[in-house]
């Protein structure tokens, strides 16, 4: 028997950018109210802490991305949909086409600057739609019209 391999296809490098930004505003979020709470502290090593928490921020804001754009991965075949995707948890799923039920788009305003968006696979599945996030606005739309495509080719209703 073989091993399970990765899919086949990267999303875009530019989710790693994306990514970044997603990263440094949460990290900086952090080190706002840890400062926050260090003003208010009263106690002699506050700043060590604020700056322990900076660097941890700068580190995540650093290694996260590049972490998430060499696990998340996506492949479509005429029979499934496989997505890989984490960091720090890997999940792979595959789909069959029969499953399917709705493929949905979406952007929020970052992933617009950046021409970038998802795709969500709703499947007859208790373990949740699958996501592929990261993708090129142009591939995502390509990718939607041609799961719906696929799907509507299955018989049954994907129940």
Do not use: N
Not at 19 to 45: H, P, T
Not at 54 to 73: C, E, K, T
Not at 99 to 121: C, H, I, K
Request: proline content about 3%; aromatic content about 8%.
């Amino acid at each position: 028997m073989s091993s399970l391999r990765d899919p086949a296809r990267r999303v875009s490098p530019r989710a790693r950018v994306l990514w970044q930004v997603e990263c440094a505003i949460s990290a900086g979020v952090a080190v706002i109210a840890v400062a926050v709470a260090a003003l208010v502290w009263d106690a002699s090593f506050r700043w060590w802490v604020v700056g322990g928490v900076a660097l941890l921020a700068v580190a995540y804001a650093a290694v996260v991305p590049q972490w998430r754009y060499a696990v998340h991965r996506w492949e479509v075949t005429e029979t499934a949909v496989y997505t890989q995707r984490g960091w720090w948890a890997r999940e792979r799923r595959i789909a069959p086409m029969s499953r399917v039920q709705t493929v949905d788009l979406a952007q929020g305003a970052l992933a617009r600057a950046f021409r970038l968006a998802t795709v969500t696979v709703t499947t007859a599945s208790a373990a949740g739609p699958l996501r592929i996030d990261g993708l090129d606005h142009t591939t995502a739309v390509a990718l939607v019209d041609e799961l719906t495509a696929k799907a509507d080719l299955v018989e049954g209703d994907a129940t």
